[in-house]
């Protein structure tokens, strides 16, 4: 894979390749990590994890590598999970997946509050993110390599930070308290915007219901195409019945995938 450089468009395996997307893509993620790094959130709120800071030469890698090109579809979660993103920086970033498939090295810091029952240890966390394992995996068997799946999709994530409550149970961001939410949401929209900007994507898929609501509030009226994908979450009932032939049956009926 060829990454593009400053000035002037290359190609990707015969693509061309704007050599802006990925410098873009790169500043409005720092930009967004930093910002959502700023932020206090109240009980039950007590740790905040942004993979965007202590993670960012994994979240780098990922974008140097596999986001420089305009998209056509691109596929959007909710935040970093506690085995997938908060470990690796990478949307739904199941660590084999990551180390093996995407073949992505970065050293992983810590989070500057970190709690001792949600340790970050990188790709040596031997924890599975089922979510991650499955999304990824539904690409991986559909399309093979990495550069063949990239060359017209990329997955993201809308908000960047991770919640836990004192206990260590994870805290979505649509249980924050509405003030929290309002100042979150509209940085979080910002950048989808501005990244969906970048990557001109003719497809933008919700993957839960979560992120599809967020797809919905900040493009409904542009003429983007919008979808939603069940969650592969095991905590979503319908995902433990044969995800992956669920996803591309969804997939096939928006138009998405052939």
């Known amino acids: ?127 599975s993110e089922v979510s991650g394992r499955r999304l990824w995996g539904l690409f991986a068997g559909r399309f093979g390599a990495p550069d063949k799946f990239f060359a017209e999709h990329a997955v993201l994530n809308y908000c960047p930070l991770a919640f836990m409550e004192a ?26 915007r501005h990244a969906v900007g970048i990557l001109q994507p003719e497809w933008l898929i919700g993957v839960g219901g979560f992120a599809f609501g967020r797809a919905k509030e900040v493009f409904g009226d542009s003429g983007l195409k919008l979808g939603q994908i069940t969650h592969p979450s095991p905590a979503n009932p319908v995902a433990n019945r044969g995800w992956s032939g669920i996803a591309e049956r969804q997939l096939s009926a928006l138009g998405v995938w052939e």
């Open 1 to 127: 894979m060829q990454n593009a450089g400053e000035g002037g468009t290359k190609t990707l395996r015969g693509k061309s390749v704007d050599s802006d997307v990925g410098p873009a893509l790169i500043r409005a993620a720092r930009r967004l990590g930093a910002a959502a790094g700023r932020l206090k959130f109240s009980a039950p709120v007590a740790y905040v994890y942004n993979p965007l800071e202590y993670a960012w030469a994994l979240h780098g890698a990922y974008l140097r590598t596999y986001c420089q090109t305009r998209k056509r579809v691109v596929f959007l979660g909710m935040n970093p999970g506690p085995f997938g993103m908060v470990q690796t920086g990478v949307p739904f970033g199941e660590v084999e997946v990551v180390r093996d498939w995407l073949a992505l090295t970065g050293a992983v810091a810590k989070p500057a509050h970190e709690h001792p029952r949600r340790l970050v240890t990188g790709l040596q966390c031997r924890r």
């Open 167 to 192: 206990s260590g149970r994870n805290w979505t961001p649509d249980k924050l308290s509405l003030r929290e939410r309002t100042v979150l949401f509209a940085l979080c929209d910002a950048h989808l």
